[in-house]
């Protein structure tokens, strides 16, 4: 069986970032991004906790489907079993730089976010008190900080 794309990538060399992961051509002509939002070091930092990535599954989810400017080209948001980061997938040819300030707003709107997580009731999610929102907010915070507000080119482009 070959190897998926994604399992290709040095995951030794991996920073935290925002990467191309793939893009794909509907049968209807469409193109769709599927970008490589990563949180931590993979198998050099510590990964994100389930439950404050469910957290945050839950409120960028929400947050990007309510922005005027990109709700209909927001196809999914949703967590990496490695827990070390997510999956967004848009529809159009996009490149990490395009997305820079939505990733930005979003990691703010999660790091200042009080209040109920948006969809966390049992009638609404499968496990809904599987969610930590602090922690959820001091690790969009420190993506933000740390990688956000700054990011150099290894942060935008996969390693060779």
């Known amino acids: 069986m070959e190897k ?9 060399r991996l920073l935290r970032g925002i990467y191309v992961s793939r893009r794909d051509t509907t049968p209807s002509g469409d193109i769709i ?17 389930p439950k404050a990535l469910h957290a945050i599954e839950h409120l960028a989810a929400t947050y990007l489907r309510n922005r005027s400017d990109w709700k209909d080209r927001i196809v999914y ?10 999956y967004m997938i848009v529809q159009g040819r996009l490149e990490p730089a395009d997305i820079l300030p939505l990733m930005q707003d979003t990691m ?3 790091a200042s976010f009080d209040g109920d ?8 999610c499968g496990n809904f008190s599987f969610m930590d929102l602090d922690d959820a907010r001091r690790s969009a915070r420190i993506y933000l900080e740390e990688v956000l507000e700054n990011p150099s ?3 935008l482009t996969y390693p060779s």
């Open 4 to 12: 998926i794309a994604s399992f290709t990538i040095d995951h030794n």
């Open 33 to 49: 991004t599927t970008f490589d939002i990563r949180m931590t070091e993979p198998n050099r930092q510590k990964a994100l906790s």
């Open 77 to 86: 948001w949703g967590p990496m079993g490695c827990c070390t980061g997510n």
């Open 108 to 110: 703010r709107f999660i």
């Open 117 to 124: 997580i948006p969809g966390a009731t049992p009638r609404d």
């Open 153 to 155: 080119p290894e942060n």
